[in-house]
């Protein structure tokens, strides 16, 4: 069983023990406070004098605070006459009752430790599921074979190269007499998209992670942010990246379709691979890394 399929079961797991318990402390805790003073209470009765025994008629605190205000405005104070035989208490039913401060504090924080971690449950669980739609992250099909040869042979975004947003790729075409060179560099499936003569390179420098550019004029792919330089197929030639620049596996169907596979994301090759031996053919566009 995978990490994820284990985490997918744990997490909803210990979000129904969670609740579990603190539904139970949380009535546990109202049954423990119903008819009993809270501490507070008990505080500004000894300091008023009063007795704090729970078995113990008292005063109110309403008698006491009308008794001072009419002791204030020259007003008489009216005895209060404790009942000389009260009759024994019996906890009500706590459906009946209305919410007490006690309990609105403790269901309010239960509940949203509650939330949080139901909501944290969720993200956890979004971000382990399977994607089920298309787009970066999956298969991505960028249209008929003849479609994708138009573009690399068009001049946008420069002349030789091709780029497909949905992919966050290049697709640049791989010589037929570099494949010798290739083999024993790259894996299968990179390899076998170049034996149909293409390659798709990801847009992301290896280095920091800019979008790498083509450069029309030296033929090669330039990142402006910190001068890494790399060949039309992605083998790095200067600058500060640990390698060339990543890439996915290609297929090419029966019908003609291209499709890149952007879920699988393959690391460039090595430093000092230059399986074409292509060299510069023109002035840089960036002047990092010289």
């Not at 994820?4 to 609740?19: E, N, S």
């Not at 697709?171 to 494949?179: K, N, T, V």
Request: with cysteine; hydrophobic share 40%; proline share 6%.
């Amino acid at each position: 069983m995978s990490s994820g399929q284990v985490l997918a079961i744990a997490i909803p797991v210990l979000i129904i023990l969670v609740v579990t318990v603190g539904v139970v402390s949380m009535r546990r805790r109202d049954e423990a406070g119903l008819g009993r003073l809270s501490k507070e209470t008990r505080a500004r009765d000894v300091a008023a004098g009063l007795s704090v025994d729970d078995d113990v008629e008292v005063v109110s605190g309403r008698e006491v605070e009308r008794a001072a205000a009419l002791e204030r405005i020259g007003g008489t104070i009216e005895p209060v006459v404790a009942p000389s035989a009260p009759e024994p208490w019996s906890p009500p039913d706590l459906e009946a009752l209305a919410v007490t401060r006690r309990q609105f504090l403790n269901r309010s924080s239960i509940g949203l430790m509650i939330l949080g971690l139901s909501g944290f449950g969720a993200a956890s669980l979004a971000f382990l599921w399977p994607k089920v739609a298309g787009g970066f992250g999956s298969k991505v099909n960028l249209g008929a074979l003849s479609d994708v040869d138009a573009a690399i042979g068009g001049s946008q975004p420069a002349e030789g190269f091709s780029y497909f947003a949905e992919a966050q790729s290049y697709i640049q075409r791989y010589p037929a007499e570099a494949l010798g060179a290739a083999e024993t560099v790259y894996k299968e499936n990179i390899f076998e998209g170049m034996r149909l003569g293409y390659v798709a390179l990801w847009q992301k420098c290896p280095h920091l992670g800019c979008k790498v550019p083509a450069c029309g004029t030296s033929q090669w792919f330039e990142c402006p942010c910190h001068g890494s330089q790399y060949n039309r197929v992605g083998e790095k030639k200067a600058g500060p990246a640990p390698r060339g620049l990543d890439r996915f596996p290609i297929e090419i169907k029966d019908d003609g379709a291209f499709i890149v596979n952007t879920a699988v994301v393959v690391q460039g090759p090595v430093i000092g691979t230059n399986t074409t031996q292509q060299g510069l053919e023109g002035p840089h566009c960036t002047t990092g890394g010289h």
